[in-house]
């Protein structure tokens, strides 16, 4: 995200150094939008190596493509930018391809999983690096370290204690595993515009969505202040934020309306509303521009906005704020270190209905505590917020929370104390290698789809739930569907919704699979 000047750097032969950044497939090419990660390394290179960026998710056989170009051309690296998730096996595949064929060319992993588990990471042997957190610095210092040392510059010695000194680095020394110090956080830099041109045609990942035909995605703001417990973020950040500057920001989107033709942005931030102050330079800039846009947020920064900041965000156009309501139990949102009430919950959803903004609540359900209970009391709740805002957006995800050793040192103690266990009361082995983490199991954990404790009678009771919700409130954000399917299916659902008969819903699953309308638990990632 971040660019400077520089002198770019080269061998004793004189030749430019080269990069091969990779993001690994995760989603159709119909749905693919910015490979952001990866857009922000080859921009922070930018005068120092030239990096070529494959996009996974554009290409038809990311595998190929990766060793197509690494024929073409001798790279220093591979950075490979992986999520948790689906994305783990699409990063296995196309790291075990090029250590088969490219032997000595040294893989880097960065992103949320090596950030996560780093030792998982370095537990494959395709895997030479992890970059932890920000990668922007780390992986600069790591690309020049690399290229000292096959350069004759340094010795193995010297190569050892260049790396040693390398912040939010994890490595093998002789065999073993090597954490190195964490990375201060940098704030966003005042840069030119992302390299989109890296991408071939841009143009390809605008997508039509419920704001408009051609949506562009955008990150403003990195981290987030807050410690929630089972958030990858605060894990990632430890509790770091802020912002680019407006300035950079009404660029940037002067870009993407007049060059690329975007219609309406999603915002990817952490949390796009933490202070009001800080925020209002930016809100100044959406209102001038007037591009429809949807964001991250808290009911409490949303609560406390004034009633000037919310004159600037309905002139602005948002659209849809999403929110982390997570529970209608106060005492798990204190546990969890969330930072919000249950009443602000409901405040937010009457607030956003008063300036036409659509909240769209997500919710965790199944926590490892009474999680029977704790679920029916959020069906509960969900349907109290549909009362005071019908067209609250709600999304039903799984509480499974981070693994203790990959939170803050602060939380890490907290965690730990309490022991999470399986439906047979056995404590739960998070997995050690990246292999483990693509068993559907651990896939299903890592989406908050499904968790060790749950019952199979839970499960079918959550996702009957969550249809006969869908049915019942078609989400707004499917752009596909006709209106009178959308229609058929709320007629059909209302008396399950009504009585509460969420169980065995047969019809709505069968329409469901003629009509198809979009999964915002999907659309909203």
Same mark, same amino acid.
């Given at each position: 995200m971040t660019t400077g000047a520089a002198t770019a750097v080269t061998s004793p032969a004189g030749t430019p150094g080269r990069v091969l950044l990779i993001n690994p497939r995760i989603s159709s090419r119909r749905k693919a939008?910015?490979?952001?990660?990866?857009?922000?390394?080859?921009?922070?290179?930018?005068?120092?190596?030239?990096a070529t960026v494959?996009?996974?998710?554009?290409?038809?056989?990311?595998?190929?493509?990766?060793?197509?170009?690494?024929?073409?051309a001798p790279f220093d690296a591979v950075g490979v930018s992986i999520m948790g998730g689906p994305q783990v096996q699409s990063?296995?595949?196309?790291?075990?391809?090029?250590?088969?064929?490219?032997?000595?060319?040294?893989?880097?992993?960065g992103g949320y999983f090596p950030s996560l588990y780093p030792a998982v990471a370095l537990n494959a042997p395709?895997?030479?690096?992890?970059?932890?957190?920000?990668?922007?610095?780390?992986?600069?210092?790591?690309?020049?370290?690399?290229?000292?040392?096959?350069?004759?510059?340094?010795?193995?010695?010297?190569?050892?204690?260049?790396?040693?000194?390398?912040?939010?680095?994890?490595?093998?020394?002789?065999?073993?595993?090597?954490?190195?110090?964490?990375?201060?956080?940098?704030?966003?830099?005042?840069?030119?515009?992302l390299p989109y041109e890296k991408l071939g045609d841009p143009r390809q990942y605008l997508s039509r969505t419920f704001m408009g035909q051609r949506t562009a995605v955008y990150q403003l703001a990195l981290g987030c202040r807050f410690r929630c417990t089972f958030c990858g973020v605060a894990a990632m950040f430890r509790g770091a934020t802020a912002l680019a500057p407006a300035e950079? +920001?009404?660029?940037?989107?002067?870009?993407?309306? @007049?060059? *690329?033709? !975007?219609? &309406?942005?999603?915002?990817?931030?952490?949390?796009?509303?933490?202070?009001?102050?800080?925020?209002?330079?930016?809100?100044?800039?959406?209102?001038?521009?007037?591009?429809?846009?949807?964001?991250?947020?808290?009911?409490?920064?949303?609560?406390?906005?004034?009633?000037?900041?919310?004159?600037?965000?309905?002139?602005s156009g948002l659209r849809m704020a999403y929110i982390g309501a997570e529970s209608p139990s106060d005492a798990l949102l204190k546990s969890i270190r969330k930072g919000t009430k249950a009443d602000q919950t409901l405040a937010v959803a009457d607030l956003c209905r008063r300036n036409g903004v659509i909240p769209e609540l997500s919710f965790m359900v199944a926590p490892p505590n009474d999680p029977e209970g704790e679920t029916e009391r959020?069906?509960?709740?969900?349907?109290?917020?549909?009362?005071v805002n019908p067209q609250s957006e709600?999304? +039903?995800?799984?509480?499974?929370?981070?693994?203790? @050793?990959? *939170?803050? !040192?602060? &939380?890490?103690?907290?965690?730990?104390?309490?022991?999470?266990?399986?439906?047979?009361?056995?404590?739960?082995?998070?997995?050690?290698?990246?292999?483990?983490?693509?068993?559907?199991k651990w896939i299903d954990y890592a989406c908050h789809a499904d968790a060790p404790w749950m019952t199979d009678r839970l499960r079918r009771r959550i996702r009957n739930f969550v249809t006969v919700l869908g049915c019942r409130f078609p989400t707004v954000q499917d752009a596909r569907s006709p209106a009178w399917t959308k229609s058929t299916l709320r007629l059909l659902a209302s008396w399950r919704y009504r009585f509460r008969l969420y169980d065995r819903p047969w019809e709505l699953n069968l329409s469901k699979k003629l009509v198809q309308l979009a999964d915002p638990r999907?659309?909203?990632?």
């Open positions: 939008r910015f490979p952001l990660s990866v857009l922000t390394l080859a921009g922070w290179l930018e005068g120092r190596y030239d494959i996009d996974g998710n554009i290409e038809r056989d990311g595998v190929s493509a990766t060793l197509r170009a690494m024929s073409s990063a296995i595949e196309v790291s075990k391809a090029i250590r088969a064929n490219f032997p000595g060319t040294p893989i880097i992993w395709y895997v030479d690096y992890a970059v932890r957190g920000q990668g922007e610095d780390t992986f600069l210092a790591l690309l020049d370290t690399l290229r000292g040392a096959r350069g004759g510059v340094q010795g193995s010695e010297a190569g050892s204690d260049e790396l040693n000194a390398i912040d939010g680095l994890t490595w093998r020394r002789d065999g073993e595993t090597v954490h190195n110090r964490d990375r201060a956080f940098s704030p966003p830099r005042s840069v030119s515009r950079r +920001v009404e660029q940037d989107l002067i870009h993407l309306r @007049d060059h *690329l033709g !975007a219609d &309406s942005i999603q915002f990817y931030d952490h949390n796009f509303f933490d202070r009001e102050e800080d925020m209002i330079p930016v809100l100044e800039v959406l209102a001038r521009q007037r591009l429809p846009w949807w964001c991250y947020a808290r009911a409490d920064a949303l609560l406390n906005l004034s009633p000037e900041s919310w004159s600037l965000v309905r002139k959020t069906f509960e709740f969900i349907r109290e917020i549909k009362r709600i999304i +039903v995800y799984v509480y499974t929370p981070v693994p203790a @050793d990959s *939170l803050p !040192a602060n &939380s890490r103690s907290r965690a730990a104390a309490t022991t999470l266990l399986d439906l047979n009361g056995d404590p739960i082995r998070f997995p050690r290698t990246p292999e483990e983490w693509t068993e559907k999907v659309s909203s990632l």
